[in-house]
């Protein structure tokens, strides 16, 4: 089979698991601004995160009851950060906030940062 046509990795989980997984992986990038990972998960990832910043970059009760509605109601520390550092920031650029970085040792990968910049 195939896979043309095909707009998300599943990871072995059912739809709940990786709605589930991927909040808590933008949280944590929210809150520590790198996470370690892998790259399949990153990149999905990033597919959920920049939105959000893209949304965090006008700070009103709109945007704050979107992002409320997209990472939930008990992540508020999450949701200030976004709209009070995270968004100003990025304010100015177009896109693409989120870098993915390799740790390399002697010719072998050993882990992959998706950071903010």
């Given amino acids: 089979m195939s896979s043309h046509r095909k707009l998300t990795r599943k990871f072995g989980r059912d739809s709940s698991h990786r709605k589930a ?27 959920h995160l920049e939105p959000l910043i893209t ?9 704050r ?5 997209k990472l939930g ?5 999450a949701i200030e950060k976004l709209l009070n550092d995270i968004g ?7 896109g693409g906030t989120c870098v993915f970085l390799n740790v390399v040792h002697e010719q072998a990968i050993l882990h992959r940062w998706l950071m903010l910049f």
């Fill in 21 to 47: 997984l991927f909040k808590n992986l933008s949280v944590s990038i929210i809150e520590h601004e790198c996470v370690v990972t892998t790259l399949t998960k990153a990149k999905e990832v990033r597919r």
């Fill in 55 to 63: 949304l965090a970059k006008t700070n009103n009760l709109h945007t």
């Fill in 65 to 69: 009851r979107q992002l409320i509605k």
């Fill in 73 to 77: 109601n008990h992540q508020k520390n």
């Fill in 88 to 94: 100003p920031r990025f304010a100015n650029r177009p």
